[in-house]
């Protein structure tokens, strides 16, 4: 069978929102629709690293949980054999670790990575175009009464779904920018309360997610010293996202972890708009190489990323080029608020979409069953949209099409010494009453 033809049975078990595991077909970068020129460069990853790092000092100011750190927003890498046990993962297939961005400080979840650097780099632009700052200053100066009277008078706005409104919103009124977040439906209300608590403009919409977008570009457009962060079209966000890669690269090798032929890495990153993961796909790709195989995860009712990929393939035919979740017959409603999306973003699959090794979907119920295995074995606590990258390492070691993809790549005989990393995306600020009716989801 040609490699761009998926199965009746794959078909209908996406339609009937089974979980599934899909492989990207080919060699690398086969796409039917080959990917626009996307400009983005290495150099980008590096330069986002620096803004983090001149930005730090003023962080560790603003932010009492950032003392410690020095103005550093980052998560640990850690083993977890307890859950590796109890996902039945055996050691022959490799070790588990997870990357813990349940626990990023200041935004609580992943968006603390782009969606922080994206408002950074506005601030910097007001910044240095006001004079408040010339190159090489403190950035500390930027605390200062004057300064915050000039962010004032300029408003940062974003349409989400929750966790990136929390990390703008944030960082956006703690700089003294004037901050909204327009929400969509399924945004939960501990998220509406906490931003509002810090003084953001929180507008809710009946729609999905993509309404929300439009309702606060739309806002945003009507003023001038407006801005509107674009999740679906944002390099900036994108390079937030990718200079984890960095700082996962130094923690790798600190931890004697290595990523070789003999050595695979496999990583799963749970998939809303696809900027999140992309972004760190593509910054592992770049940073670390080849051996690193990226897996996308999504909810069995959202699962925009694996459509688009599946379109780019060739394999919707009849579907518009960029399809919904609701051109497959699906709903997008899921317990998973972060992962919530009908459409994939553009800027994410031109730019991964051809080195992507594949996408699975996961169930509600297994989000909730891998988020309580995770609290009653490591006692760590994360979202349930967090909770989609567990499903990974079953899907490619457990699986049939897992073990074919293995044996395709010539990997079965590297998995004892391979890396299985889960990426825990969100939950740091989950309310305990919240997390309670979670762990109720046995
Ligand atoms: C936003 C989010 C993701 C995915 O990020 P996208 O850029 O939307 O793909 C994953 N997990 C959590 C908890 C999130 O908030």
Known sequence: MPSNVVTPEFLQALRNAEPVLWLRPGPEDCRVDAPAETGLTTDQIAAAQARFDRFAPLLAELFPELQDSGGVIESPLSRTPKMQAALGLPEAQGTLWIKSDHALPVAGSIKARGGIHEVLEFAESVALREGLIQSGDDYRKLATPTARACFARYQVAVGSTGNLGLSIGVMASALGFRAAVHMSADAKAWKKARLRARGVEVVE????????????????????????????????????????????????????????????????????????????????????????????????????????????????????????????????????????????????????????????????????????????????????????????????????????????????????????????????????EEYAHFLNRR
């Open 205 to 432: 919409h009946s729609g999905d997610y993509e309404r929300a977008v439009a309702a606060g570009r739309a806002q945003v457009q009507a003023d001038p010293h407006g801005y509107f962060v674009d999740d679906e079209r944002s390099v900036s966000l994108f390079m937030g996202y990718a200079a984890a890669a960095l700082r996962l690269r130094a923690q790798l090798d600190a931890a004697r972890i290595r990523v070789d032929a003999q050595h695979p890495l496999f990583v799963y990153l749970p998939c809303g708009v696809g900027g999140a993961p992309g972004g760190i796909a593509y910054g592992l790709r770049q940073v670390l190489g080849e051996h690193v195989h990226c897996f996308f995860a999504e909810p069995v009712q959202s699962p925009c990323f694996l459509v688009r990929m599946m379109a780019g393939h060739g394999q919707l035919p009849g579907l518009p080029a960029a399809p919904s979740v609701y051109d497959v017959g699906l709903h997008n409603r899921t317990e998973a608020d972060g992962l919530a999306v009908p459409r994939a973003s553009e800027l994410a699959y031109s730019a991964v979409g051809g080195m992507l090794s594949g996408v699975y979907t996961v169930a509600d119920q297994t989000l909730f069953d891998d988020l309580i295995r995770l609290h009653d074995t490591e006692g760590i606590r994360i979202e349930p949209s967090a909770a989609a990258g567990f499903s990974g390492p079953r899907h490619i070691c457990l699986s049939t099409a897992g073990q074919a993809y293995l044996a395709e790549h010539g990997l079965l005989a590297q998995m004892p010494q391979s890396t299985h990393l889960v990426w825990t995306t969100g939950g740091l600020f989950v309310p305990d």
